[in-house]
């Protein structure tokens, strides 16, 4: 038979023509947990965290896992208990951090909508420090920090007009961004930040974007923030750190992202050949720790013979797995017990009323109703961007470790997705 590729082995292999997690087989984890479900390794999990800490050990470093590629507690504590830190984006995420035993000294804040509400109990929390992505944020900052008697450690995300050369989308970095403070107005900023008694200036940040597969872009953002801490230099202002932002792209089909360990050396070089050897580095990977990690495992519901097209629909859809629709991106999709013989050219596609509800096309794949399939690279994006579109519950969430196999989310009940409506009395 055929091996079906897949993108990563390190959670997940076949085994005597089954698709394995770790040390558990899906078949069983579906029979135990349902579809569609999630199904993240923790060994996987653990191995992408430790390849950046081991790029690189020997400078002062700090991993901050971006919370919202994959936000599940259990996902959470396994990076915690390595010693990750986090990068979150609302205090949502922050909530979720404490709630998973993450250590809150270790959060760094980014996001250009930061409301008092949350700039106030980031403060109370006692975060890390805050990514500023404005001039109006800075003073929202320090009035909350004034009035609750703190310092606020912050660093400034400069928009360094890099092209990330990713999908547009996902490109954070170009002046036409909404992110950031551009380069020319950071180093009036930092002296603004520098004067004010409520603010503490630690580092300087950017991030230019995400699913980025070379290493020029990143080499490009860093001499242009190494520019910026030159001139902050010759104005007084050190810092401690210098936050690079996102982490790496993945492979979802034939992409070659570049190996942590050259990723790490375009920065550090750059570090010490500028004079800068002593600024920590920090980084906020999402997608690479946690996109290989997981597989979304999924049944088919029935195969349908079009005049153009065959589909084969399955129970996940646009709600539970959004990148297709949202990016055109390509998710592999394998079956997890495969069957002998060839297959037929089919759209794997969802229940959903749109045509936007496709998963794969033109994937040749030899399936009858009740088939399990698992995409793949899912682990990222994909729970985290899921929704109750057509009022469709939220898929389980399976945490392997070994040949254990633990619910870190159960499926949504129905009634779950009316919790907090109700009919005025008025309408009875
Ligand atoms: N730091 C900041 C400030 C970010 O905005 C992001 C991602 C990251 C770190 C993590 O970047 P990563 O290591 O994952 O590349 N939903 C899209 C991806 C959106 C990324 C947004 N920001 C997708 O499914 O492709």
Known sequence: MKPFWLPDTTGFSYREGKLFCEDASLEGIAERFGTPTYVY????????????????????????????????LAVIRVLANLGAGFDIVS???????????????KVTYSGVGKTDAEIRLALEKGIHCFNIESVSELDDIARIASELGKRAPVAVRVNPNVDAKTHPYISTGLKKNKFGVSYEETPALYRKAASLPSIEVIGIDCHIGSQITQLD????????????????????????????????????????????????????????SRGYGDLAVELEPGRSMVANAGVLLMRVIRCKAGEMKNFCIVDAAMNDMGRPMF??????????????????????????????????????????????????SAGAYGMTMSSNYNSRPRAAEVLVDGSSAFCVRRREEPSDLWRGESVPEELK
């Open 217 to 272: 872009p990143f080499g490009h953002a860093a001499d242009k923030v190494l520019d910026v801490v030159e001139q902050l230099a010759a104005d007084g202002i050190r810092l401690r750190h210098i936050d690079f932002g996102g982490g790496l792209g993945v492979c979802y089909k034939d992409e070659v992202p570049p190996e942590k360990a050259a990723f790490a050396r375009v920065i550090l070089d750059r570090l010490s």
């Open 327 to 376: 990016y055109e991106s390509w998710m592999g999709i394998v079956p997890a017990c495969p069957r002998d013989g060839k297959g037929v050219t089919y759209d794997v596609v969802g229940p959903i009323c749109e045509s936007g509800d496709w998963l794969g096309r033109d994937r040749e794949l030899n399936v009858l109703p009740g088939d399990l399939l698992a995409m793949t």
């Open 91 to 105: 205090g949502g995420e922050l909530l979720r951090v404490e709630a998973a035993g993450g250590d809150l000294s």
């Open 41 to 72: 390794s923790r060994k996987a999990l653990e191995k992408a965290y430790r390849e950046y800490d081991d790029a690189f050990s020997g400078h002062p470093h700090e991993i901050l896992y971006s919370v919202k590629a994959c936000s599940n």
